[in-house]
């Protein structure tokens, strides 16, 4: 095996972060009464205020990544506090950790303790593409594994027409690149059911699916997350099996000790 070959590897073991099994069960999100919309920027000020009452989450569960390079389950722990940090040790089958991912808001660190090596580099959404099979911004990944969107990066919300009463479907334009993402959303919850994101010319480049609500220390989100890149094929699965909502998370979390025999390796932006 080259070391290129082995770089590759130790990255694709990343996809595990994104993933979380659903065994057991939290209870079911209450479904309440239907609120009252009576525009797209209602919603979208809904949909905002119910992003930020969640500031981040501690889970355990699983993952499973699909793409034509390669397949992949396994088992997680994953520490998030929006918008841009992250923690992820992937773990064998006794629970100790096979591989950690950090992402600290400034650099990525991947430390791959059976070969003792740290791949590292600036925390940058093309660094990001390195260990996900789905093209997505370090934010919108983020508010994803609670079940929302990063609201800040849109703007001119749109309600488009649509004969079913179950749902909005509520239309949404980046800030910078000015590409659309469409939203499916409960009717009666609210809950963000589906995102699809096209490109410029109007071809679908990614979808993020939102199933199997649970409610969670005062907190409703889902427990079964897909990510799917509409061109390669390629998805990554999240399904919770424990979670909480607006943990606390320690200073400490971040940090990644190493070891004098752990060799460095570097990416550049």
């Known amino acids: 095996m080259t070391c290129r070959d082995l770089r590759l590897n130790s990255l694709w073991l990343l996809f595990l972060f994104i993933g979380l099994a659903a065994c057991a ?10 609120p009252l919309i009576a525009s797209a920027d209602e919603l979208l000020q809904q949909l905002q205020e119910r992003a930020a009452a969640v500031t981040g989450l501690k889970a355990r569960g699983n993952v499973a990544v699909t793409s034509p ?10 520490t998030a506090v ?13 629970g100790q950790s096979l591989v950690t991912f950090v992402n600290d808001g400034q650099e990525m660190k991947l430390l791959v303790y059976g070969d003792s090596k740290l791949y590292r580099g600036p925390a940058t959404p093309a660094n990001l593409s390195r260990f996900l099979p789905v093209v997505i911004s370090q934010e919108d990944f983020l508010a994803a594994l609670t079940g929302h969107l ?8 749109v309600l488009l027409p649509n004969p079913d009463p179950a749902v909005y479907f509520l239309e949404l334009t980046d800030r910078q690149s000015q590409e659309k993402v469409k939203l499916t959303v409960e009717a009666k919850t609210l809950h963000l059911l589906s995102a699809q994101w096209f490109s410029l010319q109007g071809q679908e480049t990614l979808r993020a699916e939102f199933s199997n609500f649970l409610l969670s220390g005062g907190v409703s989100g889902p427990s079964d997350i897909r990510l799917t890149a509409a061109e390669e094929e390629s998805q990554v ?28 390796v570097s990416f550049g932006p």
């Open 150 to 157: 990063a609201f800040p990066r849109y703007e001119k919300p």
């Open 237 to 264: 699965r999240v399904r919770y099996r424990d979670v909480t909502f607006n943990a606390p998370v320690a200073a400490e979390a971040w940090d990644l000790p190493l070891s004098a025999t752990v060799r460095v």
């Open 25 to 34: 069960r939290l209870p079911a999100a209450p479904a309440g009464d239907r």
């Open 82 to 94: 929006k918008p841009d940090r992250l923690r992820v040790d992937i773990l064998n089958f006794w």
């Open 69 to 78: 390079q390669k397949n992949y389950s396994g088992n997680i722990l994953l």
